[in-house]
């Protein structure tokens, strides 16, 4: 590229709203304070539904990635968090294979890039919504009217817009941590909470059951006469969830969080200051949820685009071949039944892994490779591979304790990319066990939560110091 | 240490995931594990993460249903 993409953003830059950073900073409780008036901006606006929508039975196709989109169907957050992600990502990826050229270190190509990345998201979220709207998603576009579809695509905008403008203002620091993470983890946490305790009823013929496990396992308790089958069927019923999924969850929990904890502590001494000794971590999981993000991503991508083509070419020999889909015993939503896409899906019951051992053992061989090459790819994208660690070492004048300098970086060298590879395969095969024993929000969901977690609650500690530190300074 | 560079065997799906088993495992023995302080401390807060955003977001689902069905009524 001889010119620089980036100039074009220029004119933009007075049109699009943008958050303005705080002059001075935020105190810690106020952004206590910003972060959870945000967290319920976003939920509540979850809630509303969409002005105008016909029908909400049709086969959700973005139904793969809710969990790491933190959208709700059919509400103002229907793409969620998708176009900032979505726009991040392609301009990192744009801006890492120097199609544009950003210079870091330059304030005014920082802000012009996160312009960039702003009038994107915002450009996704338009073209999303229209998209949507005129493909039927909420009812045919005929029937609904020109005024109406353009209502609708309007809600999505504005909703779309004041995402983007909320996670700008936690990134800005008025708030903790990112609007991505926040979202993403409160909705995993809330889908937990809701399947444990709702109070809906459903009336599947044995008279109305509750939809929260707990909930039910006191109601069954009490309606049913046989006691000892009403606590069977509180843990095994399968409609609805149970109290073993609860159980699978807490598990996969437990284990998460121990795991969570591995770590290869490297003694580091600073050169500047004598005697001066710390201890440099390396966790198991060094790339972090990034593998399993990377794969949903990858693999909703894929199912979206062969539900599409098979509702289109249904008898087509190399469309069945990618996915055949059929809607999943008693619900609308559509799941793939052959083909490539059947084998990137997890069996749904432990009983299906014996029914069908070939699609079992294929899915994991998927899973387990994919992570593993993800994460490892993820270190040279985000720069953080050994060399790149080594020289944040060197420029902090710090030192492996016992090591020379330059062999710094072979030391990093064993130990970061195996990190990397080993945990993303764990990670892989904790997400695998997590969806055979059923546990609530999925594999993938609950690993995002306990890391999300983990890592504010490393912030708030840092910060919590941060602040005291300086206190104690101030006076 | 000596890598392995040949494919002795001759096959390298069978070698490559060898490999990453005998890293793994050195990885893993390497690690320092959390002790049983850490653990629990560990647990606190992920829970009570969990319940605060857990239960913000089922109070807003919840008072929500009674709204919604208000709106959607009306319209």
Same mark, same amino acid.
């Given at each position: 590229? /001889?010119?620089? $993409? ?7 830059m007075? #049109? ?7 002059d ?8 206590? *304070?910003?972060? #959870? ?7 509540? %606006?979850?809630? $509303?539904?969409?002005?105008g929508?016909?029908? &909400? ?18 509400t ?7 176009p !900032?992600?979505? +726009? ?17 270190? %330059?304030?005014?190509d920082?802000?012009?890039?996160s ?20 493909t039927?998603?909420y009812?045919?576009?005929? &029937? *609904?009217?020109?005024?109406?579809? *353009? ?5 999505l905008? $504005? ?6 403008? %909320? ?12 609007? =991505? ?39 069954l ?13 509180? %843990? ?6 149970n ?8 598990l996969?929990?437990?284990?998460v !969080?121990?795991?969570q ?20 971590? =390396? ?18 991508n894929?199912?979206?685009i ?17 996915? $055949? ?32 051992p ?11 490779? #994919? ?28 030192? =492996? ?7 710094m ?10 990190a ?10 904790? +997400?695998? +066990? ?39 300074? /101030?006076? | ?9 001759? @096959? ?9 088993a005998?890293e793994?495992?050195?990885l ?8 049983k ?23 807003t ?6 709204? @919604? @069905? ?6």
């Amino acid at each position: 590229m /001889g010119f620089r $993409v980036l100039t074009l953003i220029r004119p933009f830059m007075g #049109v699009i709203p943008e958050v303005a950073s705080p002059d001075r900073k935020v105190a810690f409780n106020q952004k206590v *304070l910003w972060t #959870v008036i945000t967290l319920l901006i976003f939920l509540v %606006l979850s809630q $509303v539904p969409l002005y105008g929508i016909m029908s &909400s039975d049709s086969s959700d196709p973005l139904y793969w990635m809710r969990v790491i989109l933190a959208s709700n169907r059919g509400t103002l957050m229907e793409f969620g968090i998708t176009p !900032i992600i979505t +726009s991040g990502m392609i301009m990192q990826l744009l801006a890492g294979a120097q199609i544009i050229s950003v210079d870091y270190s %330059l304030r005014e190509d920082r802000a012009l890039f996160s312009g960039a990345q702003k009038l994107f998201a915002m450009l996704i979220t338009f073209g999303s919504a229209m998209v949507a709207v005129m493909t039927g998603q909420y009812g045919d576009p005929k &029937s *609904l009217g020109a005024g109406i579809c *353009l209502l609708l695509i309007i809600q999505l905008f $504005v909703a779309g817009v004041i995402v983007i403008l %909320l996670d700008e203002m936690l990134q800005k620091g008025y708030g903790l941590g990112s609007g =991505i993470n926040l979202f993403i983890a409160t909705n995993i946490c809330e889908d937990i909470v809701w399947k444990s305790l709702s109070p809906l009823t459903i009336n599947s013929g044995k008279g109305p059951e509750f939809e929260g496990a707990i909930i039910a396992f006191f109601h069954l308790l009490f309606v049913r006469s046989n006691k000892f089958k009403a606590v069977y069927e509180a %843990l095994t019923r399968s409609n609805l969830p149970n109290l073993t999924n609860l159980v699978a969850t807490v598990l996969v929990f437990s284990v998460v !969080i121990y795991l969570q904890g591995f770590r290869v502590e490297i003694p580091v001494k600073s050169a500047r200051f004598r005697g001066h000794r710390a201890s440099f971590p =390396i966790k198991l999981f060094y790339t972090s949820n990034m593998p399993i993000m990377l794969q949903s991503a990858l693999a909703s991508n894929v199912f979206m685009i062969s539900q599409l083509l098979y509702r289109r070419f249904p008898d087509n020999l190399l469309v069945k071949l990618v996915g $055949v889909w059929e809607p999943y015993k008693g619900s609308s939503q559509f799941f793939p039944t052959s083909g490539l896409a059947y084998y990137m899906t997890p069996p749904r019951e432990f009983i299906n892994t014996l029914k069908d051992p070939i699609h079992f053992v294929l899915y994991v061989g998927y899973m387990l490779t #994919v992570c593993a090459l993800l994460s490892r790819a993820w270190l040279d994208i985000s720069g953080s591979g050994p060399r790149e660690v080594a020289r944040e070492l060197r420029d902090q004048q710090t030192v =492996i304790a016992g090591y020379r300098e330059t062999s710094m970086y072979k030391e990093l060298k064993r130990i970061i990319p195996t990190a990397a590879t080993v945990g993303g395969v764990i990670i892989g095969i904790l +997400s695998i +066990s997590a969806d055979l024993l059923g546990a609530i929000g999925s594999g993938t969901g609950i690993l995002l939560a306990v890391t999300i977690i983990y890592n504010y609650f490393e912030a708030f500690a840092k910060e919590q110091a941060e602040m005291g530190g300086l206190g104690v300074a /101030g006076m | 240490k000596q890598e392995s560079t040949g494919t002795s065997s001759g @096959n390298v799906f069978l070698e490559a995931p060898q490999q990453l088993a005998k890293e793994g495992a050195w990885l893993l023995r390497r690690c320092t594990k959390p002790n049983k302080k850490e653990y629990l401390k560990i647990v606190q807060a992920v829970v009570l993460g969990f319940l605060v955003m857990g239960f913000v977001g089922y109070f807003t689902k919840l008072i929500h249903i009674p709204i @919604n @069905n208000i709106i959607v009524g009306g319209a």
